[in-house]
T-cell receptor, first 111, second 112 residues
């Protein structure tokens, strides 16, 4: 099945730094979701986006729905050790259609 | 509100056997989706049930099947297990058909 291209694949950053990651697709999506997954657990929904250009925050996390509708971005400000994990994007072409998931960005925060 | 629960959390099976996994969605959620997660293929959509009917299906062989009960609980069955079926199987529920997906902790299946 289709997978979304997520970059970077991994990041090693110092505590307190800001983080940016993105997700791109060759198809247009009308919904973007961002998840965080800890080892041995299921993904946890962080942010949902439904409109092109939309910018939504959840605490230190901010996500944007790209204007082209083919990409989305996630930023984490002032990273802390508990931000460690794998971040996934998920896109949906139309309501009621299946979600396609990104390949994941592994984040390591060095105290 | 309780989250999505999945049982069992871990399972070891032998090639050729069959397995049934269970998922209880968030209360009030009528859509249940199943995903397979492996290091090589990532998160892949298996199928989705809404009001006891399969509404969407991914590209998996017929050995993978599921059902949903009237209380929205769902089961997934894999028959004639293969080594490549070893994976984390995730269940997700949503209010509307394939809406925002809320995941359970997963069932780790190992096929030997």
């Amino acid at each position: 099945g289709q997978q979304l291209n997520q970059s970077p694949q991994s990041m090693f950053i110092q505590e307190g730094e800001d983080v940016s990651m993105n997700c791109t697709s060759s198809s247009i999506f009308n919904t973007w979701l961002w998840y965080k997954q800890d080892p041995g657990e299921g993904p946890v929904l962080l942010i949902a986006l439904y409109k092109a250009g939309e910018l939504t925050s959840n605490g230190r996390l901010t996500a944007q729905f790209g204007i082209t509708r083919k990409d989305s971005f996630l930023n984490i400000s002032a990273s802390i050790p508990s931000d460690v994990g794998i971040y996934f994007c998920a896109g949906q072409r139309r309501f009621g259609n299946q979600f396609y998931f990104g390949t994941g960005t592994s984040l390591t925060v060095i105290p | 509100k309780a989250g999505v629960t999945q049982t069992p959390r871990y399972l070891i099976k032998t090639r050729g056997q069959q397995v049934t996994l269970s998922c209880s969605p968030i209360s009030g959620h009528r859509s249940v989706s199943w995903y397979q997660q492996t290091p090589g293929q990532g998160l892949q959509f298996l199928f989705e049930y809404f009001s006891e009917t399969q509404r969407n299906k991914g590209n998996f062989p017929g050995r993978f099947s599921g059902r949903q009960f009237s209380n929205s609980r769902s089961e997934m069955n894999v028959s004639t297990l293969e080594l490549g079926d070893s994976a984390l199987y995730l269940c997700a529920s949503s209010l509307r058909e394939l809406g925002e997906q809320y995941f359970g902790p997963g069932t780790r299946l190992t096929v030997t």
